[in-house]
């Protein structure tokens, strides 16, 4: 079975000016004009949620969505919007749990959440435990992108067992972040290790991609033998 990438994504910045995304209303339209012609009927987007450098929460989110979703109605653009977040697992995403703090859930339950580029969180085990006790599901935004736990698809498996999700960027299976990362992301998809895909899409060199064919097109067979659930949101 072939899966067909492009209909529901669940990872991405097209919000106006909320983060290192859409920088204003029309950058947001235009880039979601272009996945909606990619053939993407929802759209989930995720604003970043970073300590220090964004601080997005609820207030700033929804107003944002309900202000893009009006005028992508008014554009006649065909296309249904959601938001979430992408949270950095940082001591303000612990303390957003220890408070109970209510996440910013994609179908009310999936939590975006991405480790920070440099290391791998040392309490990593216990803020998962954490979520999964707060009833949520994490997944793990674009695995393939920690250059650290390359090559280390064991740590991976663990993750799996512990029940989080993992998603992998189309922009990886194209080689955008370059050739070990798009190794990687080829690596997790064969071993079974991918649940979502997403666009992570900021800006229009990210569109500019996204628009071509992957150059190998055989991971969309291994996609289709996964188990992939953006269908299901
Ligand atoms: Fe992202």
Known sequence: MHFDLNRQDMHSHLLPGLDDGAKDMNDSISLIRQLHALGYTKLITTPHIMSGIWYNDADTI?????????????????????????????????????????????????????????????????????????????????????????????????????????????????????????????????????????TDAHHQRHLDVLCRPLPDASVLTKLGEAVIKNELL
């Open 62 to 198: 929804l107003p944002a969505l309900d202000a893009l979703r009006a005028e992508v109605e008014k554009e006649g653009i065909n296309v249904e919007l959601d938001a979430a977040a992408e949270y950095l697992m940082d001591d303000y995403f612990e303390s957003l749990l220890d408070d109970k703090t209510p996440l910013l859930t994609i179908n009310g339950k999936y939590v975006l959440v991405e480790f920070p580029f440099i290391a791998l969180p040392v309490n990593y085990r216990s803020v998962f435990f954490n979520m999964k006790m707060a009833g949520y599901e994490p997944i793990l935004a674009h695995p393939e992108r920690y250059m650290y736990q390359h090559g280390q698809l064991d740590f991976y498996h663990e993750l799996q067992e512990a029940g989080v999700l993992l998603q992998v960027n189309i922009l990886s299976l194209h080689g955008y972040y370059g050739t070990r990362v798009q190794k990687m992301a080829l690596q997790l998809v064969n071993a079974g290790l991918v649940q979502f895909t997403g």
